[in-house]
């Protein structure tokens, strides 16, 4: 059977001949992904191999083998493929479809691309970071070692111009009509009062019974399919319902692409894997619940979650043209016509969502520390390649100026993330270099070891299963760990005991503690709060190492963790470990109180007084209490006089500025204000030279001598300062008013029984004014005392006219 594509193969052909690098664009179904790679292998130039990236590990595989099959060979012949989890490639092979992932970390390892001759890129509109990055490395080579290089982009729903424009000036775009075969699109409208198993199971008995043929079923994940599945084989008891995502084994991933082999109708319930790529034979109706999951990484966290959306109107369009690759199809979709425009266009390019730590270590081991040097459509923005050199920093893997350390060498070495690179490589210093590599497998294949949050059980379980995927996955462990060995040195003093311990160094931010005694709360040791559900057996652990967890930076829910114990914690983290002192202020006691802490990261592990100490410490918060509240703690009378006097020394400027010399040999071995006035007024006086003293003495004197010779504190604080008060008859005699550095000094007059009599600042004034009703009135109340006519010429005296009298 011809496929569409054909008819444009020699123009293509033609044109890499001519240039290097082409965009073909092509319908699903036009076989550019299956006929392309073979043509190309009889070209002059293609005297090596040449590579085709895959989105998906089962798109891979799948491609390769129905390119073998089309040749009449098996994958690993002529055709072949290499996934993480599986590789078919001989050394007859010419056409090797791989990962992105692979393709990232192989040109790493080999810029040149020595023995290859073309890369093929395709579906590249998914906009994965692993092909962003590819393509950029790829140009990269291609214009520094290797100009004869061809490269060739490949997609259905891409904007070509914008590939063609970022591969070079005059680069062709070529598109295929494709088979056009007619699809009937049903909008079943949405319900957000019932769930979504509940309304995609509805779907797809509709489309059974209004259809014929295979259907293909989209959800957004494993745990949908998995409800859907149940709900679909309570009510057609013989119809084979196959999942088909990325968790699958193999053999149920080939059962789920092909048709069946007793004739049956089937039903396929796939995750976004079966967008593009897959031709799954015998499909011609899809149901679309119109939702995607997607990771996107949190950088408050530091962490990727999964997060649940509508489908774009791309994705969309491609799921509905599955059912009309091979014939009319229909397609279901669960949500209204009238809301379909107001989808997004596309899907946001990964290289804006991820995380970007592994972008740049790969760019930093290949000496390329600005990621603005390369030609990228979108580029990475520039916050989060700030956050992925700061965690990569944390990790070891990135020095100062942001190149690799020899860890950070190794950590780019291995196919895996950053931080599952560091668990393994933490595992081989500590000679458990296969245990920690099946701990970071785990982490990233969900459905090894069965389900559960708890990654020691799922070690375990996994340790017992016999099978395709498990024992295909030990033997990638295994490799890894021998890798890691190679890499790193086994050193005596490195961590070790169990898996946990290395996944702690790897991610000591994600250490937690029990917050609570249901354990559903949890603290990590950077700061971020986890939830778990109680009914968990790791609610009963007191420390979790999280490996993942799902959600946004508060609450997030742990997904998979190891349990840990205090010594486990110390064992791996002690190192990390501070005692903090600290001095809180007791307001209501005006005194210093030191506590003692030691702290992981956010985690208190203990906390009480403390019984010695800083001493400086104390001083230095004493001094800030006081000067902060000076007017409270410093001598009012003092301060009020040095104000009043102008005196810069005693400002509040001056004394905070050299507090160091005049307040701290005050506070010393004290851990409370209380001083007492005498001496803080003596350190205040001290401060002042001779003149200045005599400058205060001058200018605000501390009392007035009356005419009697008695003695009156001034006040310079109150209303109407500075003031003094006095009795009247001390200041008989006195026909001029006291005057206080150029001011009149309020004097508040006062009865011989000190009640207040008048206030004045004209002392001569009063006596020839109101004086004469005051002494009337005092006449009456104080008939023993004096109260002449003529107060300033008479002596004064506070006796009685008798004691006055004899006095003479």
């Known amino acids: 059977m011809s496929l569409p594509v054909e008819e444009i193969l020699p123009q293509l052909l033609a044109a890499l001949r001519a240039g290097p690098n082409a965009v073909l664009v092509a319908p699903p179904g036009a076989g550019k992904t299956t006929a392309v790679p073979p043509a190309l292998i009889h070209e002059p130039w293609c005297t090596g191999q040449v590579w085709v990236l895959s989105p998906r590990r089962v798109a891979a595989r799948a491609a390769a083998e129905r390119m073998a099959q089309m040749l009449g060979e098996k994958a690993g012949e002529t055709i072949g493929y290499r996934t993480r989890m599986d590789s078919r490639v001989g050394a007859k092979t010419r056409v090797v479809v791989m990962t992105e992932a692979i393709f990232v970390n192989a040109i790493a390892e080999d810029p040149e691309l020595s023995g290859v001759s073309a890369v093929l890129f ?36 891409i904007d070509g111009a914008r590939f063609a424009a970022l591969m070079g000036a005059g680069v062709p775009v070529l598109e295929s009509a494709g088979k056009a075969w007619p699809l009937d699109v049903r909008w079943l409208g949405a319900n957000p009062a019932q769930r979504l198993d509940e309304r995609m199971a509805s779907a797809v008995l509709t489309a059974w019974r209004e259809t014929d043929g295979d259907i293909l079923a989209f959800l957004p994940g494993v745990g949908e399919i998995e409800r859907v599945r149940e709900r679909l084989e309570e009510r057609l008891k013989h119809v084979p319902i196959l999942p088909l995502h990325g968790q699958c084994e193999p053999a149920a991933q080939r059962e789920a692409i092909r048709k069946d082999g007793e004739g049956r109708r089937r039903i396929v319930l796939a995750t976004a894997i079966a967008e593009t790529s897959l031709t799954l034979d015998g499909v011609s109706v899809v149901v679309d619940s119109g939702l995607s999951r997607h990771a996107q990484f ?3 966290a530091g962490t990727s979650h999964l997060v649940t959306r509508q489908a774009s109107r791309a994705a969309s369009d491609q799921r509905a043209g599955r059912a009309a690759r091979q014939q009319a199809g229909v397609a279901y979709r669960l949500w209204e016509q009238a809301g379909h425009a107001g989808r997004p266009a596309y899907d946001p390019p990964e290289i804006a969502t991820a995380d970007l730590a592994p972008l740049v270590l790969t760019l930093a081991r290949i000496g390329e520390g600005d990621p603005a040097a390369l030609c990228w459509l979108d580029e990475p923005p520039a916050p989060s390649i700030g956050g992925a050199r700061e965690r990569l920093q944390a990790l070891g893997a990135l020095d100062a100026d942001y190149r690799t350390t020899d860890f950070g060498e190794a950590l780019a070495k291995l196919p895996m993330d950053p931080v599952h690179g560091a668990l393994v490589l933490h595992g081989a210093r500590a000679g458990e270099a296969e245990q ?13 070891g069965g389900r559960g949050e708890d990654l020691h059980q799922r070690l375990m379980r996994w340790d017992g299963q016999s099978g395709g995927k498990p024992s295909q996955a030990r033997k990638l462990a295994a490799g890894w760990a021998k890798r890691a060995e190679k890499l790193v040195e086994s050193a005596s003093d490195a961590p070790g005991g169990h898996p946990g311990i290395h996944l702690a160094l790897a991610m000591p931010g994600h250490v937690a503690k029990r917050r609570d005694q249901s354990g559903e709360n949890w603290i990590s040791a950077g700061g971020r709060g986890f939830i778990l559900d109680p009914a968990s057996p790791l609610a009963r652990s007191e420390w ?3 490996g993942d967890a799902q959600g946004q930076a508060k609450g997030a829910r742990i997904t998979a963790a190891w349990p840990l114990d205090a010594a486990d914690v110390e064992l791996a983290l002690g190192q990390r470990v501070e005692k903090r002192q600290t001095l809180r202020w007791n307001a209501s006691e005006e005194r210093v109180e030191a506590r003692q802490e030691k702290k992981l990261g956010a985690i208190t592990l203990s906390t009480g007084p403390d019984p010695d100490p800083d001493a400086e410490a104390v001083v230095d918060l004493l001094v800030e209490k006081l000067l902060a509240d000076s007017a409270k703690h410093l001598p009012p009378a003092l301060m009020a ?43 205040l006086l001290n401060r002042l030279d001779w003149n200045e003293r005599q400058a205060l003495d001058r200018l605000a004197p501390k009392e007035f001598t009356s005419a009697a010779g008695t003695h009156h504190a001034i006040d310079y604080e109150g209303e109407g300062a500075p003031s003094v008060e006095v009795r009247v008859q001390a200041l008989f005699g006195m026909d001029r008013h006291p005057m206080i550095a150029g001011t009149p000094l309020l004097l508040q007059l006062t ?3 000190g009640r207040p009599i008048q206030a004045t600042r004209d002392l001569p004034g009063f006596w020839r004014g ?6 009337k009135d005092m006449k009456g109340r104080y008939p023993k ?7 300033w010429e008479e002596a004064a005296s506070l006796k009685t006219k008798n004691a006055f009298n004899r006095q003479g």
Do not use: C, F, N
Request: cysteine-free; glycine content about 6%.
């Open 544 to 546: 979790l190492a999280i």
């Open 770 to 775: 109101s004086w004469a009703d005051v002494a």
């Open 436 to 448: 920690a590599a099946k701990l970071a497998l785990l982490l990233q294949e969900r459905a090894l």
């Open 122 to 157: 395709d579906e590249a509109h998914e906009r994965h970071l692993d092909s962003d990055l590819g393509l950029a490395l790829g140009l990269q080579s291609q214009e520094v070692l290797r100009e004869d290089l061809r490269l060739l982009v490949m997609s259905a729903t």
């Open 298 to 300: 949190d950088v408050a």
């Open 785 to 791: 005392h004096r109260w002449p006519e003529r107060p």
């Open 751 to 753: 009865s011989p029984a």
């Open 641 to 683: 006089r040095a104000g009043y006097a102008g005196l810069d020394a005693l400002s509040p400027e001056a004394l905070a500025a050299d507090a160091e010399l005049w307040l701290r040999p005050l506070l010393a071995g004290r851990r409370d204000l209380k001083l007492g006035r005498g001496k803080l007024t003596e350190a």
